[in-house]
Every structure is written in structure tokens, then in C-alpha cells.
């Protein structure tokens, strides 16, 4: 069984990992326990995708302000087959019985994408495995380890996966998650899912950072060094449109990363309009061989004057 352990935090907080490793005192609650002087809740994730995006286990392995555990267990083929064509026959039943549409609907779609992925493992010869993730979210200060927690369970659903914080098991879930400790049966009996391990590689579940839309233009960096590639027109659950907000303090940069983007979407053959009361853009404007319409300027300056 191979168990990877990945970190992500604020710099100026916490350390989880060195609070996992040299705890200074354990306590356990029904949901939640006490690693040192750090608030922990260890999450098990219940529910995965039928289909899943290149790189999204990377995601769940990069939240912030978390300790994410992964575990693969090789399976047997045949008996996989087995048991996930009993779960199609029993989709199929549900989708001929089910007087509620969108419950046909669901079953129907479950059965094909199962069938699917059967289709895969018996014709390919694809292998297949166990997999258990654990997800621990960790803060020092009380807050914000109810908003850590938050972000990590919206995070988590916008990968259209569900976690629980198992309870009356955070024990058990910490000796699972802890790399001195074997795996826990228990725990595993709750948790493990079937993947083909494509599914599980495909997940670039050691990508440690950075952002790659896998088209678009390169944007920044983020805290770790790791390049931001994005493509502000592609969609996505989570995006669902390409509107855009640029914060940050006087003087920070904003307005030079908006040129870098016109720039950047010129080059893509985007078409720009920019509404500038500052004439801010006048020269990136001329020298892309746009036009300057002044609208302050009396009648002759009006859009679609009457
Ligand atoms: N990545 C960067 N590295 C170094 N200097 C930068 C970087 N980004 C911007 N600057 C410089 O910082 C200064 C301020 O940048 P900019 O005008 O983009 O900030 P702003 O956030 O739009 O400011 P304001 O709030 O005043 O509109 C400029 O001189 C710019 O050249
Ligand atoms: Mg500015």
C-alpha cells in the first residue's frame, strides 16, 4: 500500500506536518481532535466523479492549510467485474422502475458510465485498484480552522467529490493518516474505491502546484514558484463564465497585469474594448493599432450621438 503525504500551508501559520509528526499532545473530540496546539478534523472522501478531468487529484492534494493522505491497494480484475456489473444491473432495474425522471435519468447515466469504464478494464486489460483519501484540514487559531474547514468541504464539492469527517473515528483516522501507523482496516472498509489506476495516475496526484489550463497564457506564479497557465474561456464546473476581478493594494500591479492580459488575448486574436476614464490604455491602444473614441468631450464625443 503506497501513502503519500501533501502539504499546503500559509507560511506565517501553521506547520502541519511537523505537528503530525512530533504532536506535542493528542485529544480526541467526536469530530474533531487536538494534534498539539493545532485544531484538526480528518476527513474521509465518500464520493468520486463517474468521470474525472487530467490532474484532479492534484487539486484535492494542493488545499490549503491540509495534510492529504492517499492510498492504492491493487485489486483482482475478476472480481471487480463482478461486483461493479451488479451495480449495473441494479442501475438498470432502477432505470426501468423509477417513475421520477430525473432518478432514470441518473441510474441511465451511472449504468453507461460504468459500463464504460468495465469496458476499459476487460478490454484494455486496464488494472484496477483501491483507493482511500483522507483529507485533515489544520489551524492554530479556532476561526480560522471553522473557515479552513469550509473552504476545504467547497473545494472538495466544486470537484464534484463529498467528504465526511467520519465520527467517533478521528482516532482511527489519525493513526490511518499518521506514517508510522499501518492503514486501518476499519477505516478503509469505509472509504476505499474502485479506479482503474489510469484514473488514479491520470490525477498527478504529486503535481505539487501551479495552475495549467492546458491552453491560454502563462498569467504568474503562485506562493510556490509553480507557473499559472490560464485560458479565461474555458469552461468548466466552476466556471462558468470569464468575468474577471483584479484586487490588490495601491500600487501592487494591478493595472500592469490587465495589460499583460490584453496583450496576451491580442495575441490570441481576442476581440478588446476597454472603457478607460483615466486614458490609462491610451498607448497600449495606439500601438496596437486601435481606435480612440473620446466620449467626455461634448457632442462630438458621444457614442451614437441622437
Ligand atoms: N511584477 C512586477 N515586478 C516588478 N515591478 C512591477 C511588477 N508589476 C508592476 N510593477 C511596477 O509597479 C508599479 C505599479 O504598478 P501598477 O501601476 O500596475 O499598479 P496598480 O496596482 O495598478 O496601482 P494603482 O493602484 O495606483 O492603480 C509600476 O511601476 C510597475 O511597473
Ligand atoms: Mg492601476
Redesign the pocket.
Request: net charge positive; no cysteine.
Given at each position: 500500500m503506497a501513502k503519500k503525504i501533501n502539504i499546503k500551508n500559509k507560511k506565517k501559520q501553521t506547520n502541519p506536518m511537523l505537528d503530525i509528526l512530533t504532536p506535542i499532545g493528542l485529544r480526541f473530540n467526536k469530530n474533531t481532535l487536538h494534534i498539539g496546539e493545532s485544531f484538526t478534523k480528518i476527513y474521509g472522501i465518500i464520493k468520486y466523479p463517474n468521470k474525472v478531468e487530467s490532474e484532479w487529484l492534484s487539486k484535492i492534494t494542493n488545499i490549503p492549510n491540509t495534510v492529504v493522505t492517499i492510498g492504492i491497494k491493487p485489486v483482482d480484475n475478476t472480481n471487480l467485474i463482478a461486483s461493479i456489473s451488479r451495480n449495473i444491473t441494479y442501475d438498470r432495474s432502477l432505470a426501468e422502475s423509477s417513475k421520477d425522471p430525473l432518478t432514470r435519468q441518473r441510474a441511465e447515466k451511472s449504468a453507461e458510465d460504468v459500463e464504460k469504464i468495465i469496458a476499459q478494464i476487460d478490454r484494455e486489460n486496464e488494472t484496477v485498484a483501491l483507493m482511500t483519501v483522507c483529507v485533515a484540514t489544520m489551524s492554530r487559531d479556532e476561526q480560522d480552522f471553522k473557515r479552513v474547514c469550509r473552504r476545504s468541504e467547497s473545494m472538495i464539492s466544486v470537484l464534484k467529490c463529498k467528504m465526511r469527517a467520519i465520527p467517533n473515528l478521528q482516532k482511527e483516522l489519525f493513526k490511518h493518516i499518521y506514517p508510522t501507523f499501518t492503514n486501518r482496516e476499519k477505516i478503509e472498509n469505509i472509504l476505499q474505491k474502485i479506479v482503474p489506476i489510469s484514473t488514479f495516475v491520470g490525477g498527478f496526484p504529486f503535481a505539487r502546484s501551479g495552475f495549467n489550463d492546458g491552453a491560454g497564457y502563462y498569467l504568474a506564479t503562485d506562493s510556490n514558484g509553480g507557473l499559472v497557465i490560464t485560458d479565461i474561456w474555458k469552461r468548466a464546473s466552476d466556471r462558468t463564465n470569464s468575468n474577471i476581478v483584479i484586487m490588490?493594494?495601491?500600487?501592487?500591479?494591478?493595472?500592469?497585469?490587465i495589460k499583460h492580459i490584453i496583450i496576451s488575448e491580442y495575441m490570441n486574436g481576442t476581440k478588446i474594448i476597454l472603457i478607460d476614464p483615466e486614458s490609462e490604455y491610451k498607448e497600449l491602444c495606439k500601438n496596437l493599432g486601435g481606435n480612440l473614441i473620446n466620449a467626455v468631450g461634448g457632442t462630438k464625443g458621444k457614442i451614437n450621438p441622437l
Open positions: 490588490g493594494n495601491s500600487g501592487v500591479g494591478k493595472s500592469t497585469v
